[in-house]
Protein backbone atom coordinates (compact mmCIF):
# COMPACT_ATOMS: atom_id res chain seq x y z
CA UNK A 1 0.00 0.00 0.00
CA UNK A 2 2.80 2.66 0.63
CA UNK A 3 4.73 1.89 -2.47
CA UNK A 4 0.83 1.93 -4.59
CA UNK A 5 0.59 5.34 -3.98
CA UNK A 6 4.05 6.44 -5.26
CA UNK A 7 3.55 3.71 -8.38
CA UNK A 8 0.29 4.53 -9.23
CA UNK A 9 2.01 8.18 -10.55
CA UNK A 10 3.52 6.00 -13.19
CA UNK A 11 0.13 5.33 -14.73
CA UNK A 12 0.46 1.75 -14.74
CA UNK A 13 -1.50 -1.34 -13.07
CA UNK A 14 0.86 -3.83 -11.15
CA UNK A 15 0.97 -7.15 -12.71
CA UNK A 16 -0.19 -10.10 -10.03
CA UNK A 17 2.24 -12.19 -8.06
CA UNK A 18 3.23 -15.31 -9.31
CA UNK A 19 1.56 -18.19 -6.68
CA UNK A 20 4.94 -19.58 -6.09
CA UNK A 21 4.58 -20.60 -2.53
CA UNK A 22 1.19 -22.49 -4.32
CA UNK A 23 3.37 -24.52 -7.07
CA UNK A 24 6.14 -25.18 -4.47
CA UNK A 25 3.24 -27.20 -2.23
CA UNK A 26 1.73 -28.63 -5.15
CA UNK A 27 5.20 -30.22 -6.60
CA UNK A 28 7.06 -30.81 -2.91
CA UNK A 29 6.73 -34.58 -2.17
CA UNK A 30 4.71 -35.98 1.12
CA UNK A 31 6.82 -34.97 4.29
CA UNK A 32 7.14 -38.86 5.32
CA UNK A 33 9.07 -39.86 1.92
CA UNK A 34 11.96 -37.49 2.96
CA UNK A 35 12.18 -38.81 6.43
CA UNK A 36 14.64 -41.47 7.33
CA UNK A 37 13.57 -44.84 8.42
CA UNK A 38 13.07 -44.77 12.71
CA UNK A 39 15.85 -46.94 14.05
CA UNK A 40 15.25 -48.95 17.12
CA UNK A 41 15.97 -48.11 20.58
CA UNK A 42 16.31 -49.67 23.37
CA UNK A 43 12.66 -49.44 26.03
CA UNK A 44 12.59 -46.35 27.78
CA UNK A 45 12.34 -46.10 31.57
CA UNK A 46 8.88 -45.14 33.18
CA UNK A 47 8.14 -41.18 33.12
CA UNK A 48 9.01 -39.64 36.06
CA UNK A 49 6.54 -37.70 37.89
CA UNK A 50 7.02 -34.08 36.58
CA UNK A 51 7.84 -31.25 39.26
CA UNK A 52 5.83 -29.15 40.05
CA UNK A 53 5.34 -25.73 38.34
CA UNK A 54 5.28 -22.38 39.88
CA UNK A 55 2.27 -20.86 38.31
CA UNK A 56 4.01 -17.64 37.12
CA UNK A 57 2.09 -14.30 36.93
CA UNK A 58 -0.25 -13.09 34.37
CA UNK A 59 -0.02 -9.04 33.78
CA UNK A 60 -3.06 -7.46 34.59
CA UNK A 61 -5.57 -6.00 32.12
CA UNK A 62 -3.79 -2.09 31.62
CA UNK A 63 -0.34 -3.65 31.86
CA UNK A 64 2.34 -2.48 29.75
CA UNK A 65 2.56 -5.66 28.17
CA UNK A 66 -0.90 -5.74 26.93
CA UNK A 67 -1.13 -2.07 26.52
CA UNK A 68 1.55 -2.89 23.65
CA UNK A 69 -0.04 -5.42 21.92
CA UNK A 70 -3.36 -3.67 21.78
CA UNK A 71 -1.84 -0.48 19.80
CA UNK A 72 -2.63 -0.34 16.22
CA UNK A 73 0.37 -0.55 13.64
CA UNK A 74 1.85 3.01 12.94
CA UNK A 75 0.04 4.46 10.10
CA UNK A 76 1.96 5.90 6.74
CA UNK A 77 2.67 9.24 6.70
CA UNK A 78 1.06 10.62 3.23
CA UNK A 79 -2.82 11.39 4.67
CA UNK A 80 -4.84 10.47 1.10
CA UNK A 81 -7.83 12.13 2.31
CA UNK A 82 -6.42 15.27 3.18
CA UNK A 83 -4.63 15.25 0.16
CA UNK A 84 -7.48 14.68 -1.67
CA UNK A 85 -9.74 17.56 0.36
CA UNK A 86 -6.64 19.59 -1.22
CA UNK A 87 -6.48 18.07 -4.81
CA UNK A 88 -10.03 17.29 -5.78
CA UNK A 89 -10.04 17.89 -9.34
CA UNK A 90 -6.50 15.77 -9.77
CA UNK A 91 -6.48 12.89 -12.26
CA UNK A 92 -4.38 10.77 -9.71
CA UNK A 93 -7.53 10.38 -8.44
CA UNK A 94 -9.14 8.59 -11.19
CA UNK A 95 -6.30 7.80 -12.79
CA UNK A 96 -3.64 6.15 -9.97
CA UNK A 97 -4.70 6.21 -6.93
CA UNK A 98 -4.44 2.54 -4.97
CA UNK A 99 -7.97 1.45 -4.92
CA UNK A 100 -9.74 -2.49 -5.21
CA UNK A 101 -13.46 -1.23 -6.26
CA UNK A 102 -14.00 -3.20 -9.42
CA UNK A 103 -16.20 -0.28 -11.31
CA UNK A 104 -13.42 2.22 -11.08
CA UNK A 105 -10.63 -0.65 -11.80
CA UNK A 106 -13.19 -1.10 -14.83
CA UNK A 107 -14.01 2.43 -15.32
CA UNK A 108 -9.65 2.86 -15.86
CA UNK A 109 -9.39 -0.04 -18.08
CA UNK A 110 -11.95 1.61 -20.88
CA UNK A 111 -10.31 4.96 -20.26
CA UNK A 112 -7.07 3.42 -20.84
CA UNK A 113 -8.27 1.32 -24.22
CA UNK A 114 -10.21 4.40 -25.40
CA UNK A 115 -6.76 6.76 -25.27
CA UNK A 116 -5.04 3.66 -26.77
CA UNK A 117 -7.30 3.67 -29.55
CA UNK A 118 -6.74 7.41 -30.38
CA UNK A 119 -2.99 7.11 -30.30
CA UNK A 120 -3.10 4.50 -32.33
CA UNK A 121 -5.05 6.45 -34.47
CA UNK A 122 -2.61 9.65 -34.31
CA UNK A 123 0.67 7.31 -34.99
CA UNK A 124 -1.25 5.99 -37.94
CA UNK A 125 -1.76 9.06 -39.53
CA UNK A 126 -5.81 9.14 -39.67
CA UNK A 127 -6.32 11.20 -36.63
CA UNK A 128 -8.10 14.60 -37.55
CA UNK A 129 -6.07 17.50 -36.25
CA UNK A 130 -8.95 17.66 -33.63
CA UNK A 131 -8.02 14.36 -32.42
CA UNK A 132 -4.41 14.89 -32.29
CA UNK A 133 -4.83 18.38 -30.10
CA UNK A 134 -7.57 16.58 -28.13
CA UNK A 135 -5.09 13.31 -27.36
CA UNK A 136 -2.28 15.56 -26.44
CA UNK A 137 -4.13 17.97 -24.36
CA UNK A 138 -5.21 14.91 -22.35
CA UNK A 139 -1.66 13.92 -21.57
CA UNK A 140 -0.29 16.94 -20.75
CA UNK A 141 -3.13 17.22 -18.28
CA UNK A 142 -2.08 14.10 -16.93
CA UNK A 143 1.88 14.67 -16.46
CA UNK A 144 0.60 18.53 -14.72
CA UNK A 145 -1.24 17.03 -12.12
CA UNK A 146 0.96 14.05 -11.57
CA UNK A 147 4.01 16.44 -11.06
CA UNK A 148 1.45 18.49 -8.91
CA UNK A 149 0.26 15.49 -6.48
CA UNK A 150 4.37 14.00 -5.91
CA UNK A 151 5.85 17.68 -5.54
CA UNK A 152 2.51 18.22 -3.07
CA UNK A 153 3.45 14.98 -1.19
CA UNK A 154 7.28 15.98 -1.42
CA UNK A 155 6.86 18.77 0.87
CA UNK A 156 4.37 18.30 2.69
CA UNK A 157 5.94 14.22 3.62
CA UNK A 158 9.18 13.74 2.17
CA UNK A 159 11.16 14.15 5.69
CA UNK A 160 9.04 10.98 7.08
CA UNK A 161 8.89 9.19 4.23
CA UNK A 162 11.22 6.77 3.15
CA UNK A 163 14.49 7.18 0.46
CA UNK A 164 12.80 4.42 -1.59
CA UNK A 165 9.34 6.43 -1.51
CA UNK A 166 11.23 9.43 -2.15
CA UNK A 167 13.02 8.36 -5.07
CA UNK A 168 10.18 7.17 -6.49
CA UNK A 169 7.80 10.43 -6.12
CA UNK A 170 11.27 12.01 -7.37
CA UNK A 171 11.40 10.16 -10.59
CA UNK A 172 7.96 10.59 -11.67
CA UNK A 173 8.24 14.22 -11.45
CA UNK A 174 11.10 14.08 -13.59
CA UNK A 175 9.72 11.44 -16.15
CA UNK A 176 6.62 13.99 -16.89
CA UNK A 177 8.88 17.13 -16.37
CA UNK A 178 10.48 15.29 -19.36
CA UNK A 179 6.71 14.17 -21.23
CA UNK A 180 6.02 17.92 -21.03
CA UNK A 181 8.91 19.29 -22.32
CA UNK A 182 9.07 16.76 -25.18
CA UNK A 183 5.61 17.16 -26.16
CA UNK A 184 5.36 20.15 -28.50
CA UNK A 185 7.51 18.70 -30.87
CA UNK A 186 5.39 15.37 -30.94
CA UNK A 187 2.67 17.91 -31.75
CA UNK A 188 4.46 19.60 -34.74
CA UNK A 189 5.28 15.84 -35.86
CA UNK A 190 2.04 14.57 -35.78
CA UNK A 191 0.23 17.38 -37.20
CA UNK A 192 3.15 17.27 -40.32
CA UNK A 193 2.70 13.87 -40.85
CA UNK A 194 -1.17 14.11 -40.75
CA UNK A 195 -0.58 17.00 -43.53
CA UNK A 196 1.45 14.92 -45.48
CA UNK A 197 -0.86 11.83 -45.65
CA UNK A 198 -3.59 14.10 -46.70
CA UNK A 199 -1.22 15.22 -49.71
CA UNK A 200 -0.49 12.09 -50.74
CA UNK A 201 -4.94 10.96 -50.58
CA UNK A 202 -5.45 13.53 -52.45
CA UNK A 203 -2.42 13.04 -54.83
CA UNK A 204 -3.77 9.31 -55.49
CA UNK A 205 -7.31 10.74 -55.81
CA UNK A 206 -6.38 13.25 -58.34
CA UNK A 207 -4.54 10.27 -60.51
CA UNK A 208 -7.84 7.86 -60.15
CA UNK A 209 -10.11 10.85 -61.45
CA UNK A 210 -7.78 11.51 -64.48
CA UNK A 211 -9.12 9.60 -67.29
Given amino acids: MLLAVALGLFWREPDAPD???G???RTAPPVASQLPPPT????????SRPPAQTPTEQ???GSPDNTLAAEDPPQHPVDLVKLREELPDNLYWKLGAPTKDPKVLQQREEETRRWN??????????ATEEEIHQ?????REVSEDFIQFASRVLEEYGPRLSEQERGLYELSIRMHNTRLEEMPREVDDALA???RQDQLREAWRGGQERP
Fill in 117 to 126: ALHGKVLSNT
Fill in 59 to 61: PAP
Fill in 40 to 47: PTAPSAPP
Fill in 23 to 25: REA
Fill in 135 to 139: YYEHR
Fill in 193 to 195: RKQ
Fill in 19 to 21: DAS
